[in-house]
Nanobody, 115 residues
Framework: QVQLVESGGGLVQAGGSLRLSCAAS????????MGWYRQGPGKQRELVAI???????NYEASVKGRFTISRDIAKNTVYLQMNSLKPEDTAVYYC?????????WGQGTQVTVSS
């Protein structure tokens, strides 16, 4: 069982920045992928950014150029740096990890962007 603990959410004005952190209970090299999803009010959960074991990253189209996913292997932590935030980025952000096709989820952290 992989445990994921998120932190770093909060309230920010449009144009501001936040950095989310996700600490994993295991060596992140044991995980196939780690990523961030979000679920806005009345919306389905969607993938925001993902990083593979090999370090390949991919982003949802609306966040490309504004968000950056990265990792600190020594700390078993993945980050999501969010810049130029927009009100439409408001959502609960969830950390996700996949190991051998089995997904694991964090508890979620609220990000609210005011206009």
């Amino acid at each position: 069982q992989v445990q994921l603990v998120e932190s770093g959410g909060g309230l920010v004005q449009a144009g501001g920045s936040l950095r989310l952190s996700c600490a994993a209970s295991e060596n992140i090299f044991s995980l196939n992928t780690m990523g961030w999803y979000r679920q806005g009010p009345g919306k389905q959960r969607e993938l925001v950014a993902i990083i593979t074991r090999g370090g390949i990253t991919n982003y949802e189209a609306s966040v490309k150029g504004r968000f950056t996913i990265s990792r600190d292997i020594a700390k078993n932590t993945v980050y999501l740096q969010m810049n130029s935030l927009k009100p439409e980025d408001t959502a609960v952000y969830y950390c996700n990890a996949v190991r051998n096709w089995e997904p694991y989820w964090g508890q979620g952290t609220q990000v609210t962007v005011s206009s």
